[in-house]
């Protein structure tokens, strides 16, 4: 062999040897099932454009825990005055809690009168949250918008 062919060979065992100490892929996507739980109250109105505001407390399973708030804006032929209280939510396709955060794609249609419901599954990439809730209020109509959870 030459020189060029031995040196070729060293630093492709040195590379070899370099990804057997890498964390295996199926580690890494055992990490991104992990299951979050939202507890929420949320209050809001809608007259063609809609809004919500709340707070609550989301809860992994891995322990980590944020006390959060909850802000709804959207558009559509929507009218009505509401609140949630104890509505629940599980966040699904997460690593860590830091994945809950930000803006989710909402669509929905409402109808109610003095008790209210909602059950609604929202989107952020491939994070999903699914949500459920009672409360009282009068709304009626279909709505497109933004959920969005922050600190």
């Keep these: ?12 065992l040195l590379c070899a040897g370099g990804l057997a100490s890498l964390p ?6 055992a990490e991104a099932n992990l299951k979050c739980h939202l507890k929420f ?6 007259i063609l454009y809609k809004h919500a505001e709340g707070h609550g407390t989301v ?3 891995n322990g980590e825990r944020a006390a959060v708030k909850i802000n709804v804006v959207g558009g559509g032929l929507t009218a009505g005055k509401y609140r949630i209280d104890n509505g629940t939510g599980e966040i ?7 994945d809950v955060f930000g803006d989710y794609a909402q669509a929905g249609a409402e109808a109610g009168v003095v008790k209210s419901g909602s059950a609604d599954v929202l989107t952020k ?4 949250l699914a949500l459920a809730g009672a409360g009282e209020g ?3 109509g279909v709505s497109v ?7």
Excluded: E, Y
Aim: one cysteine or more; aromatic letters at 4%.
């Design 24 to 29: 295996a892929a199926p580690a890494q996507a």
């Design 125 to 128: 990439g491939t994070t999903s």
């Design 138 to 140: 009068i709304n009626l």
């Design 41 to 46: 109250s949320l209050a809001g109105w809608s």
């Design 1 to 12: 062999m030459s020189k060029r062919t031995l040196g070729l060979t060293a630093a492709l």
């Design 92 to 98: 699904t396709h997460v690593r860590s809690i830091q």
């Design 59 to 61: 809860v992994c399973d």
């Design 145 to 151: 918008g933004k959920f969005t959870i922050t600190h």
